[in-house]
């Protein structure tokens, strides 16, 4: 789960008047983009105007108030939340509740992330991470777009009861997949997201069923709903003592990772007193991938690639190590990562 601005924008079609004379040119090419009539055929973007709209769908997803309910489709698995975030004020603000399932909550306010569990009594935190959740674009994603997908704009949809624009990720190699992403019009937020493997098989889909903008969306409405209660849950903050350890400490790496894809995670931990357990996480700002090395046993595990539903896995031995590695992307790209492990 990771650039501050503390004006609300109305990004795309609205009457502001912005500073900034290359904000300005940015909101009126993405008004252009976001806002034009229906298209015969997609029509691809240069690279600087699809970076520059981009950027203005990344501030929207940063500085706008907003309320509202999605569904994150993954496999068979549904889940439902609801996201409230403030991006008006000094800070920004954000709660997602999820409302099918075993209650949870997350909180954020800019870099610092609370997770509340009601039915353990648990609360469990983290600093210093930079963890966007839909409809945001993170600083990764926007790199990655200007170095590895061409994008197209398309044809306007109905989405939650308002009007957004089509757009294609079409990756540049057989690294990544493609991403469709839906942008309203009248004030450049993300409202709907889909990924498709190279096989145009749906892996993800995420969307607003409905959603309300504007500044009615106060600062009151991102706090915890059990913040009061909460102070008498358990706190667990280990997971981030343990992330700062094996970051320190450096025992692996991947000497050739993927065109775009960088660690952002390093994790380790004892597992029930049979060995330890170090997780690298790889990322290129939409996909994630995962490498898990393993002092035990592989538990009866088939080396080389594999499927567990959506996710392409590979794994392997390694000196007396047993490597997993899986992620939604690519059966060619969990082998490249898993082949170029290391230790230091």
Not at 258 to 278: D, N, T, Y
Not at 327 to 341: M, R
Request: aromatic share 8%.
């Amino acid at each position: 789960m990771p650039s501050m601005v503390a004006q609300v924008s109305n990004i795309v079609c609205g009457a502001m008047t912005v500073r900034s004379t290359s904000l300005t040119a940015g909101l009126m090419l993405l008004a252009s983009v976001f806002c034009g009539s229906a298209l015969s055929q997609p029509q691809k973007l240069s690279q600087h105007d699809a970076v520059t709209a981009l950027n203005q769908v990344a501030y929207a997803g940063r500085s706008l108030n907003f309320t509202g309910v999605f569904v994150l489709q993954k496999g068979d698995h549904f889940e439902t939340c609801r996201i409230t975030h403030h991006g008006g004020g000094s800070q920004e603000l954000e709660k997602i509740e999820r409302l099918n399932g075993d209650p949870l909550e997350i909180t954020r306010t800019d870099d610092r992330i609370l997770v509340y569990l009601p039915g353990d009594k648990l609360v469990k935190s983290k600093f210093g991470v930079e963890e966007r959740s839909f409809p945001s674009l993170t600083e990764d994603q926007l790199a990655t777009v200007g170095q590895n997908y061409d994008v197209y704009v398309g044809n306007v949809d109905r989405i939650a009861g308002r009007f957004a624009t089509h757009i294609t990720l079409l990756p540049r190699d057989k690294l990544r997949y493609r991403h469709e992403l839906w942008i309203d019009q009248k004030t450049g937020l993300q409202i709907k997201a889909q990924m498709y493997t190279d096989r145009n098989e749906l892996v993800e889909q995420i969307m607003f069923t409905e959603i309300s903008i504007g500044d009615h969306i106060t600062v009151d409405m991102t706090r915890s709903t059990y913040e009061d209660e909460a102070m008498a849950w358990r706190m667990d903050r280990r997971a981030r003592s343990q992330l700062r350890t094996a970051a320190s400490e450096r025992l692996w790496a991947v000497s050739e990772p993927p065109p775009g894809f960088k660690q952002i995670m390093e994790l380790q931990k004892e597992v029930g007193g049979a060995g330890s357990r170090i997780q690298l996480v790889f990322s290129d700002g939409f996909a994630a991938v995962s490498v898990f090395i393993d002092s035990r046993r592989n538990n009866g595990f088939r080396t080389g690639l594999g499927k567990e539903g959506s996710l392409n896995v590979y794994r392997r031995v390694l000196d007396d190590q047993f490597v997993t590695v899986l992620g939604d992307v690519p059966a060619n790209t969990v082998k490249q990562i898993g082949d170029s492990l290391v230790r230091y």
